[in-house]
Nanobody
Framework: QVQLVESGGGLVQAGASLSLSCAAS????????MGWFRQAPGKEREFVAS????????YYADSVEGRFTISEDNAKNTVYLQMNSLKPEDTAVYYC???????????????????WGQGTQVTVSS
C-alpha cells in the first residue's frame, strides 16, 4: 500500500521560505513521477511542480517558476519542495502525489496521479 506523508507546512510572512517534505512508502518508486499540487479555499486543485524519480525531468507552474524547487532523495524515498520568496497568493493546502505511469505531457493533471497525501497547510501573511 503506497503511503505519502507531507510535512513542513506552517505560517510565515511574505518573502520568507519554507521547505515541504513528502515521505513515500509501500513500494519502490523507480520511474514514477511525483508531484506537488495546492488548493486554496474555493479554488480548484492546481499543479505546482513535478519530478521523475532517479534524476528525471522537473516541471513547474509559471506562478512558482524561479521561486520553488522540487527535488528528491532516493535513499530516503522523500520528495521535497523548497519554497522561497513566498507570497500571500501561495497560501493553500499543499498535496504530494504519485503517478505510476508518468506518461509524457500529463504531469500537470491531477487525474494522472494515483496516490495522494493528506496535505499540509501553508499560510503566507502579508
Amino acid at each position: 500500500q503506497v503511503q505519502l506523508v507531507e510535512s513542513g507546512g506552517g505560517l510565515v510572512q511574505a518573502g520568507a521560505s519554507l521547505s515541504l517534505s513528502c515521505a513515500a512508502s509501500g513500494r519502490t518508486f523507480s520511474n514514477w513521477r511525483m508531484g506537488w499540487f495546492r488548493q486554496a479555499p474555493g479554488k480548484e486543485r492546481e499543479f505546482v511542480a513535478s519530478i521523475r524519480w532517479s534524476g528525471g525531468s522537473t516541471y513547474y507552474a509559471d506562478s512558482v517558476e524561479g521561486r520553488f524547487t522540487i527535488s528528491e532523495d532516493n535513499a530516503k524515498n522523500t520528495v521535497y519542495l523548497q519554497m522561497n520568496s513566498l507570497k500571500p497568493e501561495d497560501t493553500a493546502v499543499y498535496y504530494c502525489a504519485a503517478d505510476k505511469d508518468a506518461r509524457y505531457g500529463t504531469s500537470r493533471w491531477p487525474s494522472s496521479y494515483d496516490y495522494w497525501g493528506q496535505g499540509t497547510q501553508v499560510t503566507v501573511s502579508s
